[in-house]
């Protein structure tokens, strides 16, 4: 199965149900200030608001453009109104192109799919690395120093999420959101499961002090 992650400004596309075309997922999610606040898989397309609460559209491009996980992504710029001064500064910005919104779940999907093709596909980056970690994507591996670790589908991705977030605490819920697994109060509880494993996994490859817990808070994966 082929992810694809669409990510958007406004609270409203962390709400969109997820799309299916063929052996391709498409996945909803948002995008604050501090970027992606869900596990980006595949190939990235982001929706900026040219009028945010925070921080302006323009502002938001430029973060994107110099944030590892969505150098790559195709930009849309969602203007207000379709000005040609808006339009100019938008593509100066880094945004690929721009639109007039509103956009729902439908106008993003026919974009994204229209766009979607082998002559228009973004570059992923296939290899993360923070320190001594390095994450292939592509191969679904990581490994510390040279040192595989083992770690399963699940613990994975926790892995992924948490280097692409490192030095900061991430609670339970946050980590159960960016897997796709909110909604069901199970996987509160299964996170520490995931957790566990993946210490385990960090431990054999020489990694154990990696990962931190803050108690009454979660998690912290410890880069320098």
Known sequence: ???????????????????????????F??????????????????????VMPDLSGLEMCRRLRADPRTAEAHVTMVLEEDDPDYRRRALKAGADD????????????????ALC????RPIVR???????????????????????????????????????NPNRILTRAELVEALGKAGDPDYLRTVDVWVKRLRTGLREAGAGKLLRTVHGKGYVLDLD
């Open 117 to 120: 093709s082998a002559a228009t």
């Open 126 to 164: 296939q290899v993360v690395e923070a320190g001594g970690l390095t994450i292939n994507l592509a191969g679904e591996q990581a490994r510390w120093q040279g040192r595989l670790i083992p770690l399963r589908p699940n613990e994975f991705r926790v892995l992924r999420f948490m280097a692409q």
């Open 98 to 113: 721009y639109a007039v919104g509103p956009l729902d779940r439908q106008g993003m999907l026919d974009r994204v799919l």
């Open 29 to 50: 999610g948002l995008l604050t200030p501090d970027g992606p606040q869900r596990l980006v898989e595949g190939q990235v397309w982001a929706f900026v608001d040219w």
């Open 1 to 27: 199965m082929q992810r694809v992650s669409i990510l958007g400004t406004s609270e409203r596309v962390a709400t969109f149900d997820r799309f299916h075309n063929g052996e391709t997922e498409f996945a």
